[in-house]
């Protein structure tokens, strides 16, 4: 079975640039997820797709993060404009729908903000 | 406030000891519990769970205790070997009209030779 699959791996931009991440979950799993992991801490989660609708996107920044998953399947994850603060790995997980199901998480994309 | 915390940042232990890791959560409405391992570059790695109806899991060479009386999480890691060398996340399903999961800081495991 394919795990999440992420591009890119990697990106480097300046401030006030923009970015955008993709994401392709396990097949079948309807509910997609992107976390944010900042270098020594937990991972924090920015916004919950069941499908193609939004369930959570209360730590979402959303003066300048946006998110989408039109068909229910890839999602991406888009920062504009860029800040330092924004320097962190963006994972992607997914899961089965429904509270209790395992959460697969992909490899994540690194990005550092100069 | 929604939390999930660990009381030890760092945790060393020489190869073949067992280890234990432990958790602290704060929402009584977590009904899930999981523990991911994140190797340096990589994904969190699912490990093992548990339902809040138990108290106890089994897996291969691991073991999630819950104790929901002080709110508290661990995972005991038998014959600890150099591969198991990661950080360790806790993370709670807390039901929120639907649910989300929520992580804890996490604990870096060195494993000596």
């Known amino acids: 079975e394919a795990g999440v699959a992420q591009s890119p791996r990697y990106k480097i931009i300046e401030k006030r640039q923009s970015v955008a991440f993709w994401c392709n979950p396990i097949?079948?799993?309807?509910?997609l997820y992107w976390y944010q992991q900042i270098l020594g801490q937990g991972p924090k989660l920015l916004i919950q797709?069941?499908?193609?609708?939004?369930?959570?996107d209360s730590q979402l920044p959303k003066d300048r993060f946006s998110a989408e998953r039109l068909k229910g399947v890839d999602s991406t994850l888009k920062i504009q404009p860029a800040k330092l603060e924004d320097s962190a790995v963006y994972l992607c997980a997914s899961s089965a729908q429904g509270s209790g199901n395992t959460i697969y998480f992909g490899e994540g994309s690194w990005l550092t903000v100069v | 406030g929604e939390s999930v915390g660990l009381h030890l940042p760092t945790l060393s232990v020489q190869e073949g000891d067992n280890s234990i890791i432990n958790c602290a959560y704060s929402n009584s409405a977590s009904d899930y519990f999981i523990w991911y391992k994140q190797e340096s570059g990589k994904g969190p790695q699912f490990i093992i769970d548990?339902?809040?109806?138990?108290d106890k899991r089994q897996g291969q060479r691991v073991t999630v205790l819950l104790n929901k009386t002080v709110k508290h999480l661990s995972l005991q890691i038998a014959a600890t070997q150099p591969g198991d060398s990661a950080v360790y996340f806790c993370a709670e399903n807390i039901r929120t009209g639907g649910f989300k999961t929520i992580f804890g800081a996490g604990t870096r495991l060195f494993v000596k030779a």
């Open positions: 097949s079948g799993h309807a509910t």
């Open positions: 548990i339902r809040s109806n138990m």
């Open positions: 797709f069941q499908n193609n609708g939004v369930v959570d």
